[in-house]
Structures are given as structure tokens and as C-alpha cells.
């Protein structure tokens, strides 16, 4: 597959930074590229390259406005990262109650070793 046919999808397009950050300018408004390259220190055409990507794995959407073109955040198309990382976040929570439990066990373990100790000295 030659890569002017290439279809990127949401994992590719969110493994870099930029690209993220132009996720998050776009999670607020419908930018143009000249404003989105101005949060940038880089080219209008390496701008232009991340909207690319990040419009082949469906996460942005242009549409001409006049003489500029404005881009657009495509929420829905976030389903595929929201429902893999669902697993995760039930690893997560598994994994801090499990840790919960335990700091709650050593808690109450020196706390009973407290009062012994404060019992044996009043003896």
C-alpha cells in the first residue's frame, strides 16, 4: 500500500504529541490551520500533515470556509480508544482496591500494635 493510500487509524494518529495537542485545540472550537499552527513551532505544512492523519483515522473533520479550511473535533469517532481503554480502567480500579485493603490491614495492624505497646507500658 503506498502511503497517499494509507488509512491511519486512532491509534496511530493519537501516539504523538502533537497531535494530541491539536486533539485538545479542537475539543474547544472549529479552528482554521493558520490559528491551529499558531500554538506550534513548526511549518503550515507539518501542520497540515498531523490534520491529515488525524482526518484519515476519522478524528477531525475539514470543511472549506471561503478561502480557508476549518477543522473540527469528531467525538464518535473516539469509541474504538474509549471502549479499549474501559479495560484498563477496570484494571486500575481493581488493582487500587486491592491496594486500598491492604494499607487498610497494615494500618489497623500498627495500630493494634500501638495500643499493645501503649498498654504493656502503663502496666
Not at 488509512?7 to 494530541?20: E, G, H, L, M, S
Not at 477543522?71 to 474501559?86: G, M
Request: net charge positive; hydrophobic share 35%.
Amino acid at each position: 500500500m503506498s502511503s497517499s493510500a494509507q488509512k491511519y487509524d486512532v491509534f496511530q494518529a493519537i501516539a504523538d504529541p502533537t497531535r494530541r495537542e491539536v486533539l485538545r485545540l479542537l475539543a474547544e472550537n472549529e479552528l482554521p490551520i493558520s490559528e491551529i499552527t499558531s500554538y506550534f513551532p513548526m511549518s503550515r505544512t507539518a501542520i497540515a500533515k498531523h490534520l491529515h492523519i488525524l482526518s484519515e483515522a476519522e478524528l477531525v473533520h475539514g470543511r472549506k470556509v471561503g478561502r480557508e479550511k476549518r477543522y473540527r473535533l469528531q467525538p464518535e469517532s473516539f469509541a474504538e480508544l474509549r471502549q479499549w481503554l474501559s479495560y484498563y480502567d477496570q484494571f486500575w480500579n481493581n488493582k487500587l482496591s486491592i491496594l486500598k485493603h491492604v494499607v487498610e490491614n497494615v494500618e489497623s495492624d500498627e495500630l493494634q500494635v500501638i495500643k499493645t505497646e501503649t498498654s504493656n507500658r502503663k502496666k
